[in-house]
């Protein structure tokens, strides 16, 4: 068979026959092919291509037959909204069933599997606002402003205090029309207990403040410290006194009106006139227990002190120093303070029972200030009896029947045994 190839090789001779191109022809002669010219092309020596032995042929490799065909079909569970498939060998020779069709998706803790996933981040809840220094914040009428340790207004350090403004809003402090509010900041119990805890004071309390404007009061302190607000004033201390400017007679005289009403008419049995009395104890508890409600609520975290009123009067046998009230009508004006003291218990009482974790106390003074209007010379009173202003015309000053000083240290002592 080798013999058999040799023989048939052609032999190839070259010719100097030129083609129409350019290009040499070549001729080829074989013994079984009958002589041709074929045009030559040139090739460049580097893609010259290898030589074949044509002689060895490789061997021709044997085909693999293909594996058997193995019928499989995905099954394919939802996760939210990524799939995952996973093939699963079709256990008969039936054909597979058709693809599922999917209604819902399936959570991931329900089939089972694991999705390594990135963590999301997530919004953590909004604690409050880190807590500020604990306050000692006193509201309330005269009897808390420090109205009595002066005579004239000027002398205080506010003097017209009444009708602050904050964020754009008015705040009424006083039912003086002509916001009048006499304010002593360094030697009320206030200040003086916020000293002695290294503690700031806000002080608001201001004189002819009846009950709605000590709310207003409260308006504006929520307003200024919000942040106090958001923590329930926490660790704070209110003090006050309220609700002695909201007594009204039958005929609709306030409480200092009535007293002057008593006082210019000498021993006439001011207690005994019917237009006199005093008619609105119940109306006054009802107000004070929806105001101590509301300060259980915004500064439950506070201790808060609701100060009584002194005896006025306290005779001591008589009471010649007030001039033209008689024995029978210094009893009866202390008996007044007592009733309204009675309607602040009440009220505080109130709001105790339905607010049990609050820190709320009435703070009895009956006995710090034991010497009254009544009582023996003007440095030895602890409440002043009728003054007068330092100047012409030499009207009644509103220090009359409010503490002294001493009388203010008095309040101090029954605060500080008080918390």
């Not at 074929?38 to 021709?60: C, F, L």
């Not at 000590?214 to 209110?238: C, E, H, I």
């Not at 100060?307 to 306290?314: D, F, H, N, V």
């Amino acid at each position: 068979m080798a013999l058999l190839l040799i023989a048939l090789l052609p032999t190839i001779i070259a010719s100097s026959n030129i083609n129409s191109d350019g290009t040499p022809a070549v001729e080829i002669e074989s013994s079984h092919l009958r002589k041709r010219k074929v045009k030559a092309v040139a090739m460049p020596i580097a893609e010259k291509r290898p030589q074949i032995d044509i002689a060895t042929p490789p061997p021709t490799p044997s085909p693999v037959p293909p594996p058997p065909p193995t019928s499989i079909f995905l099954e394919v569970q939802p996760v939210k909204d990524i799939f995952v498939s996973s093939p699963t060998p079709n256990p008969t020779p039936n054909p597979p069933p058709p693809f599922p069709v999917l209604d819902e998706y399936q959570p991931i803790k329900d089939i089972g599997l694991f999705v390594p996933t990135t963590p999301q981040p997530t919004n953590p809840p909004t604690p409050h606002p880190t807590a500020p220094p604990p306050k000692v914040i006193t509201l309330g009428d005269s009897y808390s402003s420090g109205t009595g340790i002066h005579r004239d207004g000027f002398d205080y350090e506010v003097e017209f205090g009444g009708n602050p403004t904050f964020g754009g809003i008015l705040y009424d402090f006083t039912a003086n029309s002509e916001h009048v509010c006499w304010m002593e900041t360094d030697t009320t119990p206030g200040p003086r207990y916020a000293s002695l805890m290294g503690q700031e004071s806000v002080f608001l309390g201001c004189s002819g403040a009846q009950t709605p404007q000590v709310n207003s009061q409260l308006d504006y302190l929520l307003a200024k410290y919000p942040v106090d607000r958001a923590n329930n004033f926490q660790g704070s201390t209110f003090l006050f006194t309220i609700g002695g400017n909201d007594i009204r007679t039958n005929d609709g005289k306030t409480w200092p009106e009535l007293l002057e009403h008593c006082i210019k008419l000498p021993f006439k049995g001011c207690h005994k006139k019917s237009e006199n009395h005093i008619t609105n104890f119940a109306a006054i508890q009802s107000s004070l227990t929806a105001f101590y409600t509301r300060l259980a609520i915004e500064a439950s975290g506070a201790k808060i002190r609701v100060l009584g009123y002194p005896k006025m009067m306290q005779r001591d046998p008589g009471c010649g120093s007030v001039t033209g009230v008689s024995r029978n009508e210094a009893d009866w004006i202390d008996v007044q303070c007592v009733n309204l003291n009675n309607s602040l218990i009440a009220a505080v009482n109130s709001v105790k029972a339905s607010y049990a974790s609050v820190d709320i106390e009435f703070v009895n003074v009956y006995n710090y200030l034991t010497v009254g209007a009544c009582g023996d010379g003007p440095n030895n009173r602890h409440v002043n009896d009728k003054i007068l202003h330092s100047y012409w015309p030499w009207k009644t000053s509103d220090s009359s029947f409010h503490p002294s000083q001493l009388g203010y240290n008095k309040y101090y002592d029954a605060l500080l045994n008080s918390l």
